[in-house]
């Protein structure tokens, strides 16, 4: 049988999903996380072999006192795995120390982690990338606003999510950002502005590096944007993946040497012509993600298909196929409204006009509020007008 060790599997709140379906395929669950056991749900407690509290996961030596109990207690660990952006560097040292071989080593994390780094792997399969400047000095990075133009994106070079990026339109912006928020010691990557929205590529990919399942998102709105002005947010799923997101996708895959995983990568799809990038309509690159989208997307991604990505995953660990039919398609939307916004259709005017559409109807954690707003609607559609006109509805204010 086999010993996977998941880490963080109470946050988010969902991923308990992923644990529940390595159980009922046989393998043995062992969880790591700084909850104490008796406030998991139930459904989580009753998805894991034993649980192992520890007071902080930032505390490398709780977490790898934690993977050495249990192989001492139940022999050799096959994976271990957060699915969660924040931790990918923690596996991965995890993997190293302990020889566990199925998933990213600490060698592989510079140009799965650094956005400057991936940009030779999109690059090595013909995709275009926004030009960059790594920052170093101001007069390094006027040279460069002279090259690129105004306004450019400034960004932590090894990141996560839209913290700390900003966009800046002009020299004195530039300063005042050097002056104010430039963080000592952290490195920073300025980027073109690229006149886009994102659209991503979804995948669960075997051990060959092939999918086993693949979808996709549209955020038509920037999350930079959305976090810096406190904004509302959507996104949504599509219904079907547009053959040029899809071959991008596979062809991202193969550069990076993806394999056994689930993958979130993004891309630009240009809403204007861009000299030295495209012709509007146009896919570019712009980052990879080597774990599921955020927040409640897995569960988007399960409305949007008619299928189960949470079972599709431990089908890869437990037998390296999908066991999964394949399912009916819609679009599935995400809007989340932002809290203190006068809005013209309150929250049971919403649910007397779409509640027969609606999937999920949830306050989004503080954790991932800054993104995804306060008040989360989650409905699907067969087409893209129903979609717009749901849209229109819960973001229109007074």
């Not at 990918?88 to 650094?114: C, N, W």
């Not at 547009?242 to 993004?266: L, M, N």
């Not at 409305?303 to 890869?316: E, L, P, R």
């Amino acid at each position: 049988m086999k010993n996977v060790v998941f880490i963080s599997p109470n946050f988010p709140t969902n991923y308990w999903q992923f644990c529940r379906e390595l159980k009922n395929n046989g393998l043995n669950v062992l969880g790591v996380g700084d909850q104490p056991y008796d406030e998991l749900r139930p459904e989580l407690k009753d998805s894991l072999k034993e649980y192992y509290k520890v007071s902080s996961l930032e505390n490398y030596d709780e977490v790898y006192r934690a993977v050495a109990f249990f192989i001492f207690k139940y022999g050799r660990i096959d994976w271990l795995e957060s699915n969660n952006e924040y931790w990918l560097e923690r596996d991965a040292q995890l993997r190293t120390d302990f020889h566990i071989t199925s998933g990213f080593q600490v060698e592989d994390m510079p140009r799965i982690k650094y956005k400057s780094k991936m940009k030779e792997y999109y690059q090595k399969v013909g995709l275009a990338v926004a030009r960059y400047h790594l920052v170093d000095n101001l007069e390094g990075c006027l040279t460069f606003t002279k090259e690129a133009g105004y306004p450019v994106v400034v960004k932590p070079d090894n990141g996560v999510g839209a913290s700390h990026t900003y966009k800046l339109s002009s020299d004195e912006e530039l300063r005042q950002w050097f002056d104010r928020d430039c963080e000592p010691g952290v490195s920073y990557i300025m980027e073109e502005f690229v006149n886009a929205e994102v659209n991503s590529y979804d995948a669960i990919i075997d051990s060959k590096g092939e999918p086993m399942f693949e979808t996709g998102n549209v955020t038509p709105m920037s999350i930079m944007d959305i976090v810096n002005e406190a904004d509302n947010s959507i996104y949504y799923i599509v219904k079907d993946l547009p053959e040029d997101t899809r071959a991008a996708g596979r062809a991202t895959v193969k550069s990076f040497g993806v394999k056994s995983r689930f993958v979130h990568f993004e891309f630009f799809r240009l809403t204007q012509d861009q000299e030295g990038l495209g012709k509007k309509g146009q896919i570019m690159a712009l980052e990879v993600n080597m774990r599921p989208c955020g927040g409640f997307s897995p569960d988007m991604m399960n409305f949007a298909n008619s299928t189960n990505v949470y079972k599709i995953w431990a089908d890869m660990i437990a037998f390296d196929r999908s066991t999964m039919p394949e399912g009916k398609h819609a679009f599935c939307a995400f809007a989340g409204r932002r809290d203190g916004k006068d809005f013209v259709m309150d929250h049971q005017a919403i649910m007397d006009k779409y509640g027969a559409q609606m999937k999920m109807v949830e306050r989004i954690p503080d954790a991932l509020a800054d993104a995804m707003g306060n008040q989360m609607y989650m409905a699907t559609f067969p087409t893209q007008q129903e979609m717009d006109a749901f849209y229109s509805d819960l973001l229109r204010c007074k």
